[in-house]
């Protein structure tokens, strides 16, 4: 009797031990849990703020470059026009009319500008429209063919999300037309009903994608993969030399 006593005390203080060590480890994971869901929370505000930072520096860049060799150019032109007239000369009516049409032609194109300029364009634009901007830009110096496909009904899409897209677009073209030597692009959109599918596809010279994954050249496919997974996304990078470069992209849109 005493034997089965000190048997039974003996399995309830071991299962009483088990139980405040489980209940232990529980506490420890959760915590865990929640540390690693705030680092990603945090990781994932740095890349939004990162991207923002990004498109608007690139936008500025955009803009003097407008402002200098478009504005700038037609206005110069305006100004030599104008300067040609001489007082008590017959007025030439044509080229007054050129100058007047160059100065309007500027501050249309000037007041296109300031919209860009605005503080809310970064997030006002959708992916869509994002994106065909871009490609008209990088399409205007003729160095590679871009073309973009849609399948499906667009869905709605949060800001942030599609602020880290449309950089990891951006990403894949500057890749293409610094290190791709391609000619072709695609930009494949592909709504289905939970997510969205984005393949950029060029016809380059490929590279071998896991080492550039492990080198730190390869920081800009790090980017690429990272944005995506802190989005709530997953992202592929498909190359090989010789044959071109797929990247894919699959972001839920909510």
């Not at 994932?44 to 803009?63: C, D, F, G, V, W």
């Not at 809310?120 to 973009?148: L, M, N, P, Y």
Request: aromatic share 8%.
């Amino acid at each position: 009797m005493t034997t089965t006593f000190l048997a039974m005390i003996i399995v309830l203080l071991f299962f009483g031990v088990f139980f405040l060590l489980m209940l232990k480890y529980y506490n420890i994971r959760r915590q865990q849990a929640a540390r690693e869901k705030q680092e990603l929370e945090t990781r994932y505000e740095q890349q939004l703020m990162q991207a923002r930072l990004e498109i608007q520096e690139q936008t500025l860049t955009y803009l003097a470059e407008e402002i200098h060799d478009h504005v700038g150019q037609i206005l110069s032109l305006a100004r030599i026009q104008l300067s040609s007239f001489r007082e008590g000369e017959a007025v030439d009516f044509p080229l007054l009319h050129d100058a007047r049409d160059n100065v309007a032609r500027s501050l249309h194109d000037l007041r296109s500008l300031t919209k860009t300029m605005h503080s809310g364009h970064v997030r006002s634009f959708d992916i869509r429209k994002a994106v065909d901007e871009e490609v008209q830009r990088i399409t205007r110096s003729g160095i590679v063919a871009i073309s973009i496909t849609s399948e499906g009904d667009e869905h709605s899409i949060g800001d942030d999300k599609q602020l880290i897209l449309f950089r990891i677009i951006q990403e894949c073209l500057n890749n293409c037309l610094k290190h791709a030597r391609a000619t072709n692009v695609n930009i494949g959109f592909v709504w289905s009903p939970a997510q969205l599918h984005i393949r950029v596809r060029d016809d380059g010279q490929g590279f071998d994608a896991d080492r550039a994954l492990r080198l730190k050249g390869g920081l800009g496919l790090q980017n690429i993969l990272n944005r995506a997974r802190l989005s709530g996304g997953t992202s592929f990078i498909h190359s090989t030399p010789g044959e071109g470069t797929t990247v894919t992209v699959q972001i839920p849109y909510e």
